[in-house]
Structures are given as C-alpha cells and as structure tokens.
C-alpha cells in the first residue's frame, strides 16, 4: 500500500523558512517522480516542484525560483521541500505526490492529474 507522509507545515511571518518533509512507502521508491503542489482556497492546484527519485534531478515552479528548494534523501525515502523568504502569497495545503517514471521526470511534471499517488496535505500559513 503506497502512502505519502507530509509533514513540515506550520506557522511563519513573511521572510521566514520552513522545510516539508514527504515520507514515502509501500513501493519502489528510486523508480518514480516525486512533486509538491499546494492549493489555496478557491484556487486551483498549483505545482510547486518536482524530483526524479533515481539521480535526483528536479526543478522549482518559476512563482517560487530562488526561494524553495527540492531535493531528498534516498536512503530515507524522503523528499523535502525547503522553503525560504516565505510570502503571504505562499499560504496554501501543500501536498506531496508520485508517479511511476515512464519518462523525464520534467515532462509535464506540473499536471497534478498525472500523479498517482497523494498525501494528506500540510498547511503552510504565512502572515504579514
């Protein structure tokens, strides 16, 4: 049974940092690509990065570029989001999820539909 396990989220003013955390399970983790989204109210699902879980080459969405970070620890089977200078804007669930590698993980990575595999949600509030 796959499960994908975020954590991280919380509370900050603008400018602050936090980092996720999206603990995997029940499948081939190094065979996948991995990506963090985030949805506010009333807006539609938004992708924030991606990852492929075998080499580790990813990107960030270019609304968060220079600010927010990917990257994981493949041994723990973990994809972490670090996110720095935090806006108002960022406030949203952030929700972490995979798909099989049928290709480059860059193709399309940010079609939420693509994805087989969520998680729950962490929310992330940042105040001004």
């Known amino acids: 049974q796959v499960q994908l396990v975020e954590s991280g989220g919380g509370s900050v003013q603008t400018g602050g940092s936090l980092r996720l955390s999206c603990a995997a399970s029940g499948y081939t983790y190094d065979r996948n690509c991995m990506g963090w989204f985030r949805q506010a109210p009333g807006k539609e699902r938004e992708g924030v990065a991606f990852?492929?879980?075998?080499?580790?080459?990813?990107d960030v969405a270019d609304s968060v570029k220079g600010r927010f970070t990917i990257s994981q620890d493949n041994a723990a089977n973990t994809v972490y989001l670090q996110m720095n200078s935090l806006k108002p804007e960022d406030t949203a669930m952030y929700y972490c999820?995979?798909?099989?590698?049928?290709?480059?993980?860059?193709?399309?990575?940010?079609?939420?539909?693509?994805?087989?595999?969520w998680g729950q949600g962490t929310q992330v509030t940042v105040s001004s």
């Open positions: 990852i492929s879980t075998n080499g580790g080459s990813g």
């Open positions: 999820a995979a798909k099989p590698r049928t290709g480059p993980c860059i193709s399309r990575w940010w079609l939420y539909r693509t994805y087989n595999y």
